[in-house]
């Protein structure tokens, strides 16, 4: 009766509806947007400028070697040029037609020589290539043909083409070209490809000379630089420095003409720091613009390390630990300016832009 009497036994299903919310996903896809944007930004802000930091650190790199303290120097050179190396070919690759607008600039181009110069110096600073080394060999082909294309193109400008006359476009930058040259003309001496390395000179100094004059007389028509970029006004001691060690590499010694070219070097570097107040407004922000003091003052802190080599008298030897300190000295306060101010470095920087001169052309 019991079991007749029973009520049946009831089941009650619940239904639970899990719905996933689309914002669980977004905060993934709004840091994949960002990361792009940044490098984005990072990519549209670079430019060949930056490779004054490049310059400065592999010649650095090179005086060390020279005076024979240690290597570590040469690591942070490496790291660096290799860094900006590889953000100028992304930027070559995902943004060309700033690189085409940097090019036509009677100032961004001349830091297209820049990378070119600052792999010569840190190759011949490199402890594991010799110069006589089929690496050695490539390596320098591959880092001074990019030279002689730009040699053909800029100097071929100057002399044929209406707006582009030297005397219109020249600008203490220009030297950085005669600057490529020399350098290669170094590390080709070192191979022993003398005739190389003569070439290299001859075109180099051949420039240089009509460059130093043209720049010399002030003329009235010439492109004048902006406030911020006024430390490049330091590239004067740079190009006579280089050409003094390019042609001890050849010669084979530190002859008369390469303590000329020193000496000369010398006197603009006193004519730049007895006048401070030319540089006063360009130091009151930090711009990258900065680390154009450095690579000169290395260049000629090298320059003096070989003359003290070959005078070997007191007066020499003061002049060469007096440059290299100060040389070291500048490098290291940058760096620590550069680390303290990496604000001004990447996006959201309201530094002024690089080659703010005028329109390009």
């Known amino acids: 009766m019991e079991a007749h009497n029973a009520s049946p036994t009831q089941q009650i299903r619940i239904a639970v509806k899990v719905e996933t919310s689309p914002t669980t996903t977004e905060p993934v896809n709004n840091v994949v947007v960002a990361e792009q944007h940044l490098i984005s930004q ?11 930091i490049g310059l400065s650190l592999c010649c650095q790199a090179l005086l060390w070697k020279t005076l024979r303290e240690g290597e570590d120097q040469g690591d942070i050179a490496l790291f660096t040029t290799g860094t900006l ?18 090019f036509l600039d009677h100032i961004g181009v001349n830091y297209l020589f820049a990378p070119w110069i600052s792999w010569l110096l840190l190759l011949q600073s490199s402890p594991f290539l010799s110069p006589k080394t089929f690496h050695y060999l490539i390596l320098w082909w591959v880092f001074t043909v990019p030279i002689l294309a730009l040699d053909v193109k800029i ?53 240089y000379l009509v460059l130093f004059i043209t720049l010399y007389q002030r003329l009235s028509g010439s492109s004048s630089i902006p406030t911020m970029l006024r430390p490049v006004s330091f590239l004067f001691i740079a190009a006579p420095s280089m050409a003094s060690l390019a042609w001890d590499s050849i010669s084979g010694t530190f002859d008369i003409s390469s303590k000329m070219l020193f000496f000369l070097s010398l006197f603009l570097f006193l004519s730049l720091v007895s006048r401070p107040t030319l540089f006063k407004k360009s130091m009151r922000r930090y711009s990258v613009a900065w680390w154009a003091y450095s ?47 990496t604000n001004m470095l990447f996006p959201g920087s309201t530094s002024p832009s690089p080659y703010n001169s005028g329109s390009i052309e």
Do not use: D
């Open 85 to 102: 190396s590889v953000v100028y070919l992304l930027r070559c690759l995902l943004h060309f037609e700033m690189v085409k607008a940097e």
């Open 155 to 207: 100097y071929g400008q100057w002399f044929t083409k209406g707006k582009r006359f030297l005397s219109m476009v020249a600008n203490p930058t220009s030297q950085l070209s005669v600057i490529g040259n020399l350098a290669g003309s170094s590390a080709a001496a070192q191979m022993g490809w003398k005739e190389a390395a003569l070439f290299l000179f001859s075109l180099g100094m051949a420039h």
């Open 295 to 341: 690579f000169p003052l290395s260049v000629l802190a090298l320059a003096s390390t070989r003359y003290a080599q070959e005078v070997k008298g007191g007066v020499a030897h003061g002049i060469m630990l007096g440059l290299s300190a100060l040389s070291v000295f500048v490098s290291l306060v940058l760096m620590l300016f550069t680390a303290l101010n």
């Open 42 to 52: 990072i990519l549209i802000q670079f430019h060949a400028g930056y490779f004054r």
